[in-house]
Nanobody
């Protein structure tokens, strides 16, 4: 069983930046970030492949968010710039045990973090 521990998040004004981290207890394959706003379903944000070479973003964050990973530290990052109030949500990191390529659908992920709150004020 792999444990994922998230850090970062918090409160920021619109236009500001935040950085999230997700540290795994052992090596994982593809990783991703999802978010869930109050009253809404969980949605895909970004994914990075097992070696950190390929990335993919939801249209709503492309150009503003950057996903990356450091396999030497078993850590994934999400740099969020130009934040908007609609980015407010609980952000979850996820990891796949087997899929090395980009994974968009949540049901392909085996491990999940506890979630961290991101609030963007207008």
């Amino acid at each position: 069983q792999v444990r994922l521990v998230e850090s970062g998040g918090g409160l920021v004004q619109a236009g500001g930046s935040l950085s999230l981290s997700c540290t795994a207890s052992s090596r994982t394959a593809a990783m991703g970030w999802f978010r869930q706003a109050p009253g809404k379903e969980r949605e895909f944000v970004a994914s990075v492949d097992a070696i950190g070479q390929s990335t993919y973003y939801a249209n709503s964050v492309r150009g503003r968010f950057t996903i990356s990973r450091d396999n030497a530290e078993d850590t994934m990052y999400l740099q969020m710039n130009s934040l908007k109030p609609e980015d407010t949500a609980v952000y979850f990191c996820a990891a796949s045990a087997a899929y090395g390529v980009i994974v968009i659908q949540d049901f392909y992920y085996d491990y999940w973090g506890q979630g961290t709150q991101v609030t963007v004020s207008s």
